[in-house]
């Protein structure tokens, strides 16, 4: 079973490295790596070119503008030619070397699975052995997404096949696409999906979603936009609710 991992870049130089090394420690060697670039100005294809050996033909790259980063995810599920698609971040890592494994015994053993999600954790720069805050997946339920509630995006893993049923990426939203992605494959869709209680993906701080309550306050707003768009009741305050809960996340309590 091939395995599809689709890394969005833009001016990535300083941590791509550390993206592109957690994949070649994976002992499941089956996968193949789409590198999809936003005409960097940095350094980034100059590393990409640096990798690009050690994959041994694994390895693909398209940079050109484009319209953003889920225009990127939607670009590289294009190209993708696995069984199986993930999303890796350019300034994210495998946390171990036996990730891809996992997620491919777990697709193995069962025939009818169409996805599987774990746990991530969060690093600041400069310290990544250092964990600050560990997101968990475990008690995401499907009746939680009107609530806010989604899988830890960087450790979802969907066959290909139902992306190409569901579509694309939703270029409507500016930061919760994948939000609405969830809601349409686990609400409208009925998805048969599995939770594995591993920690996937180091991720660092400072990310998109949550690096200003503006920011913050923009998500909610769209994960409640998706959650009505797609026939599912929801509004703003129902959306916050998570808040409240993910304090826990910064002391261990729910991991």
Known sequence: MKISIIVPTYNSALT???TLS????????DYEVWII???????????VHEFEPAFEGRLQYVSEHDGGIYDAMNKGIRLSKGDVVGILNSDDFYTSN???ATIANAFETDS??????GDVHFVNDGQLDKSVRYYSSKIFRPSLLRWGYMPAHPSFYLKRSVYQEVGDYSLNYKIAADFDMMVRLFYKRGLNAKY????????RTGGVSTMSISN???ITHEDAKACRANGMFSCFPMCCVKYF??????????C
């Open 196 to 203: 594995i209680e591993k920690d996937f993906v180091t991720m």
């Open 245 to 254: 809960t993910k304090m826990f996340e910064f002391t261990g309590l729910m």
């Open 37 to 47: 670039d936003g005409a960097s100005c940095d350094a980034t294809m100059d590393i």
């Open 22 to 29: 957690s994949i070649l420690r994976q002992t499941y060697k």
């Open 98 to 100: 036996d990730v891809l």
């Open 16 to 18: 791509l490295r550390d």
């Open 216 to 218: 913050r306050l923009l």
């Open 112 to 117: 009818s699975l169409e996805a599987t999600y």
